[in-house]
T-cell receptor
Framework: AQKVTQAQTEISVVEKEDVTLDCVYE???????LFWYKQPPSGELVFLIR??????QNEISGRYSWNFQKSTSSFNFTITASQVVDSAVYFC????????????FGTGTQLKVEL | GAGVSQSPSNKVTEKGKDVELRCDPI?????LYWYRQSLGQGLEFLIY????????KSGLPSDRFSAERTGGSVSTLTIQRTQQEDSAVYLC????????????FGSGTRLTVV
């Protein structure tokens, strides 16, 4: 069985602070993919990033960066110099070999960025 | 269209009535997914269509739930004899077929059973 755990239910930060959203996953598959999605107040989920299990390189995209560590089964997401527009619910998700492209989602982390 | 389209955006129904939710995926996306998001909860997988293969129905919570996809495009999720616990946002997504492709989600249908 696959499982994604996002232990942080809600995080509040002040604008310009850095913030890290944690994601821990469980899978028996050797080939799998990890994802992050953003759900702003408007409700529509937006794809942010995909990472496969064979690529442990960290990735940076503007103010966003992702740290994938197989040794700890974690795929953490850091926002540098947070902005109010970053306020949203962020979901981590996993797809393994056996389920086609079916995603297992974590319960999400609500990020609130205040002025 | 350019994105995944879902209709209606909101639906209020009386307990015991049947409802149909529609999803129009991105043209060319052969995989289509239905998820459910209850208030304050994560996304719960319901059903997954992949090309011409038999759908993965393993997430459907009861036999009151069914879905079909006609012509490899539009999908309809049907809930029969709705219950109050069915109230949720029903999300549809589509993707290119194959493992590891990101989904494009629709805006969802907010279902309220009164």
């Amino acid at each position: 069985a696959q499982k994604v755990t996002q232990a942080q239910t809600e995080i509040s930060v002040v604008e310009k602070e850095d913030v890290t959203l944690d994601c821990v996953y469980e899978t028996r598959d050797t080939t799998y993919y990890l994802f992050w999605y953003k759900q702003p107040p408007s409700g529509e989920l937006v794809f942010l990033i995909r990472r496969n299990s064979f690529d442990e390189q960290n990735e940076i995209s503007g103010r966003y960066s992702w740290n994938f560590q197989k040794s700890t089964s974690s795929f953490n997401f850091t926002i540098t110099a947070s902005q109010v527009v970053d306020s949203a619910v962020y979901f981590c998700a996993l797809s393994g070999t056996g389920g086609g492209n079916k995603l297992t989602f974590g319960t999400g982390t609500q990020l609130k960025v205040e002025l | 269209g350019a994105g995944v389209s879902q209709s209606p955006s909101n639906k209020v129904t009386e307990k015991g009535k049947d409802v149909e939710l529609r999803c129009d995926p991105i043209s060319g996306h052969t995989a289509l997914y239905w998820y459910r998001q209850s208030l304050g909860q994560g996304l719960e997988f319901l059903i997954y269509f992949q090309g011409n293969s038999a759908p993965d129905k393993s997430g459907l919570p009861s036999d009151r739930f069914s879905a079909e996809r006609t012509g490899g495009s539009v999908s309809t999720l049907t809930i029969q004899r709705t219950q109050q616990e069915d109230s949720a946002v029903y999300l549809c997504a589509s993707s290119v077929m194959g493992q590891g492709y990101g989904y494009t989600f629709g805006s969802g249908t907010r279902l309220t059973v009164v």
